[in-house]
């Protein structure tokens, strides 16, 4: 019986996350049973026949699941390759007993927490719209950063491509001779978004460091350095990842 959709098993299985499913699939780079697949289409991964790249997927009903976070620093791209030969996160998590795929991305200037896992579901759920699990950023900007502007972050900007952010929370660390050291709290994963936001108001990034996602916080680790997450830290992602949905839910009923 045909019951998975099939960027839904290519998620679970491993292979990549589920958005970049969906992209593979609309590049008509995915058949089942040989022929060219539609987003959307569903499968029986126990009887069809899935193949990526002219690949063929085998599934692993008692797949195991890992999580891991990384440091990423400076320099590197968050992207499986590259054919430029730019340097990217997999290169960092070589150590993994199995091939983990970034959760979200962070821009090639921008360094901090970035979670990585094998669990498709695990990955949506907290890179989907509708979870809005909070990410926290130090961000360092120039020149330094006026009431206005703060008021205008906090609030919502309109970004470069006509949209607009949702409130985020805004707090000045520092402020230091023509720079100020900010943290800002964000529920969405827009391009780019912090770097966007403080050009929308007039200030340049200077330096940007994710500290946490949902109630996970980078600590101490060093940069380039990977460890796997407690299940504890699993497990309140997955928890962050439900309420936020839940409360948008209820948030739209209200509206």
Known sequence: MRDTRIQKAMADQGLCSRRAA?????EG???????????????DIRADILSVDGQRVFFDKKKEFYYYMLNKPRGYITTSSDDRGRKTV??????APVRVYPVGRLDKDSEGLLLFTN????????????????????????????????????????????????????????QEENRSVMEISIKEGKNRQVRRMCAAVGLEVARLRRNAIGPVKLGMLAPGKMRELKPSEVNALKAAATKAKRVQRQAEKED
């Open 22 to 26: 969906e992209q593979i699939i609309l």
């Open 29 to 43: 780079r995915v058949k089942l049973n040989g022929r060219p697949v539609q987003l959307g289409d569903k499968m």
């Open 90 to 95: 997999l290169d960092l998590v070589k150590d």
């Open 119 to 174: 669990d498709g579901n695990f990955a949506n759920q907290l890179t989907h719209p509708s979870h809005q699990v909070s990410k926290l950023y130090r961000v360092t900007v120039r020149p330094n950063v006026t009431e206005e502007q703060l008021i205008a972050l906090a609030n919502g900007v309109y970004l470069d491509d006509g949209s607009k952010t949702l409130p985020a929370v805004v707090r000045v660390v520092t």
